[in-house]
């Protein structure tokens, strides 16, 4: 099931989150990319619960949809960054392993400080892993490989066991990727042996989502109406969405306003809004709002380009399409 962020309590529960099984083993994956993983191990475990964490709405749905067809039912996905997530929703002593394959490895010089396995997410993992439980970590990058095994050495919590990857780790996106490439894979766990006296909460924020936010800049009409405007379908052709546009806002600002919208794929419903913003030099910015955190998917594209179309169709000129 994909949940959200207002799905979940702070901290939630397995019996909650897995009414049917709420004493097998819990996994939690982060950044599982078009999840392959799961799939290919779930079975070799005998199908613990699993909850798996991206920040790519894309991978998301496409993980979703894996997890749907090989009728796995004790799987949930979410899109959220992992560290919040880690720290809100899962509660101490409750994981039997984390699992991170191929993470982004940050290679500049000066720029591990955005790696999530460092010191203070490993001491946060040790505190919401079992005793026992551990960190599994895949990675092609042999500099990454060292560093974070440097960096849960120095936090004392676990014992590293080095074996061979599972081989449900060699068949994810990029393990398949770095193969052709005849690169080589290294794999540990980071197995704890000791609770932290204190859970870590000093920690760095991990990079906030880059992801490219829908949006077109455009010059309006001075006489735009928005009182013509009327609850509108557009439908892909395709039948891969459909956007319903269900209203418009007019801010309390001047010259700015706001769409509702309803977006419908395959088994994702999601409303959105779409804010139309007044730039510096007099052009208008249509861009997808933040608020409810949107997965941002082709039909929430579709929606800021029915909104630019809209507006078009009423004397827009577009300078700029970034949808
Ligand atoms: C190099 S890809 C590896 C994907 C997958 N594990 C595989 O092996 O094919 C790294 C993934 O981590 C995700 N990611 C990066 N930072 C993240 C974060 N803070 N929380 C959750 N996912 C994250 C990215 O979106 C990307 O899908």
Same mark, same amino acid.
């Given at each position: 099931m994909i949940l959200r962020l207002?799905? +979940?309590? +702070?901290?939630?529960?397995p019996a909650r989150l897995?009414? %049917?099984?709420?004493d097998r083993d819990w996994y939690l994956e982060v950044g &599982?990319? %078009?999840? @392959? &993983?799961w799939p290919h191990l779930a079975p070799t475990l005998d199908f613990p619960n699993y909850l798996g964490v991206e920040i790519s709405g894309v991978s998301l749905l496409k993980a979703h949809r894996r997890l749907r067809d090989a009728r796995i039912e004790n799987a949930h996905v979410t899109k959220l960054l992992a560290l919040p997530l880690v720290q809100g929703v899962i509660p101490p002593e409750s994981l039997t392993g984390i699992i991170v394959n191929f $993470?982004? $490895?940050?290679?500049?010089?000066?720029? =591990? =400080?955005? @790696?999530?396995? @460092?010191a203070p997410f490993l001491t946060l993992a040790a505190n919401r892993?079992?005793?026992?439980?551990a960190v599994w970590f895949t990675t092609d990058h042999d500099e990454y490989f060292e560093f974070a095994c440097a960096q849960a050495r120095d936090t004392g919590l676990f014992e590293l066991d080095f074996t061979a990857p599972p081989a449900s780790a060699l068949e994810t996106k990029y393990a398949l990727k770095w193969r052709e490439l005849g690169l080589g894979v290294n794999h540990v766990r980071f197995r704890k042996i000791k609770h932290p006296d204190a859970p870590a909460f000093d920690i760095h924020p991990y990079p906030a989502e880059e992801a490219h936010v829908p949006h077109a800049i455009l010059t309006l009409p001075d006489?735009? %109406?928005?009182?013509?405007f009327e609850k509108f379908t557009a439908r892909d052709p395709r039948g891969a969405y459909t956007v319903i546009l269900l209203e418009a806002y007019r801010s309390v600002r001047r010259d700015e306003f706001t769409f509702l919208a309803h977006v419908v794929e395959d088994e994702l419903t999601q409303e959105v809004l779409v804010n139309v913003t007044r730039r510096a030099d007099g052009s208008s910015l249509v861009r997808l709002g933040r608020f409810g955190g949107p997965i941002i998917t082709t039909g929430v594209k579709a929606a800021v380009a029915t909104v630019t179309a809209w507006l078009e169709e009423r004397g827009g000129v577009v300078t700029h399409r970034g949808y």
């Open positions: 207002s799905d +979940f309590q +702070f901290p939630d529960a897995y009414p %049917d099984t709420p &599982f990319g %078009d999840g @392959r &993983f $993470p982004d $490895p940050w290679p500049k010089a000066g720029h =591990e =400080e955005h @790696r999530l396995l @460092r892993l079992k005793l026992g439980g006489t735009l %109406d928005l009182n013509a």
